[in-house]
Antibody, heavy 119, light 110 residues
Framework: QLQLQESGPGLVKPSETLSLTCTVS??????????WVWIRQPPGKGLEWIGS???????YYNPSLKSRVTISVDTSKNQFSLKLSSVTAADTAVYYC???????????WGQGTLVTVSS | QSALTQPPSASGSLGQSVTISCTGT?????????VSWYQQHPGKAPKLMIY???KRPSGVPDRFSGSKSGNTASLTVSGLQAEDEADYYC??????????FGTGTKVTVL
C-alpha cells in the first residue's frame, strides 16, 4: 500500500530556510488524478494547507505563504520537497506530507515531523 | 481564505450518536461537493473518514456518515465507541490554491 515518509531537520534557526522531503513508497508519484501536498499543524492548533504539486511540476500555494514557499518534485526518486524561507517561531509545527486527490481529499498521510524554529 | 467553523467540542455516551457541524460559505462548502472529514488521535496523523461529502473510504466503519445542506456540512458518528474519541477536522475545496480546513472539534465519549 502507498506510504509517505517525511524527513529533514527538526530544528531550524529564525530567518533560515526550512527544508523537508517526502519519500513515496508502494506507488508512483507520477500517478494521474493526484497531487502531492504539504500540510502543517502548529502545536495544539488546527491544520493548514501549505501547497501542492502535480508530478508534471505544476504547483499551487496557499496565498498566505506563497512568497516564502517552494515545492518541487523528483519523479526519479519518487520524492517531493518543501522549502519555506525566512522562518519565524510561528512556523513551528508538525509538517505532514500527503497525497491529494484532484477532488481535494487527502489520503494517505505521512506520520508527520516536528520542526521547531529556535535559535 | 478563512477557516471553516466547527464547534470546539462535542460529546456523546457510548452507543449514542454525535453530530459535528462544519460551516463555510457559498464559495467553498456551499458551492462544491468536495467536503472531507479527518479523524486525528493525539500524536497521530489525520485519517480520512469521509470524502466528497458522504463517501466512505474502504475500512471506515459505516457508523461514520456525512451530509451537507447549504453552506454547512455535517459528520455523524453513530453507535459511539471509545476509540472514536479524537479530534475531527473538515475540509473543503475552494479553488486549486484555496483549500481550507475547519477549526477542529474534540469529540469526547462519555
Amino acid at each position: 500500500q502507498l506510504q509517505l515518509q517525511e524527513s529533514g531537520p527538526g530544528l531550524v534557526k529564525p530567518s533560515e530556510t526550512l527544508s523537508l522531503t517526502c519519500t513515496v513508497s508502494g506507488g508512483s508519484i507520477s500517478s494521474s488524478n493526484y497531487f502531492w501536498v504539504w500540510i502543517r499543524q502548529p502545536p495544539g492548533k488546527g491544520l493548514e494547507w501549505i501547497g501542492s504539486i502535480y508530478y508534471s511540476g505544476n504547483t499551487y500555494y496557499n496565498p498566505s505563504l506563497k512568497s516564502r514557499v517552494t515545492i518541487s518534485v523528483d519523479t526519479s526518486k519518487n520524492q517531493f520537497s518543501l522549502k519555506l524561507s525566512s522562518v519565524t517561531a510561528a512556523d513551528t509545527a508538525v509538517y505532514y506530507c500527503a497525497r491529494e486527490h484532484i477532488d481535494y481529499w487527502f489520503d494517505p498521510w505521512g506520520q508527520g515531523t516536528l520542526v521547531t524554529v529556535s535559535s | 481564505q478563512s477557516a471553516l467553523t466547527q464547534p470546539p467540542s462535542a460529546s456523546g455516551s457510548l452507543g449514542q450518536s454525535v453530530t459535528i457541524s462544519c460551516t463555510g460559505t457559498s464559495s467553498d462548502v456551499g458551492y462544491y461537493n468536495y467536503v472531507s472529514w479527518y479523524q486525528q488521535h493525539p500524536g497521530k496523523a489525520p485519517k480520512l473518514m469521509i470524502y466528497e461529502v458522504d463517501k466512505r473510504p474502504s475500512g471506515v466503519p459505516d457508523r461514520f456518515s456525512g451530509s451537507k445542506s447549504g453552506n454547512t456540512a455535517s459528520l455523524t458518528v453513530s453507535g459511539l465507541q471509545a476509540e472514536d474519541e479524537a479530534d475531527y477536522y473538515c475540509s473543503s475545496y475552494a479553488g486549486r490554491n484555496k483549500g481550507v480546513f475547519g477549526t477542529g472539534t474534540k469529540v469526547t465519549v462519555l
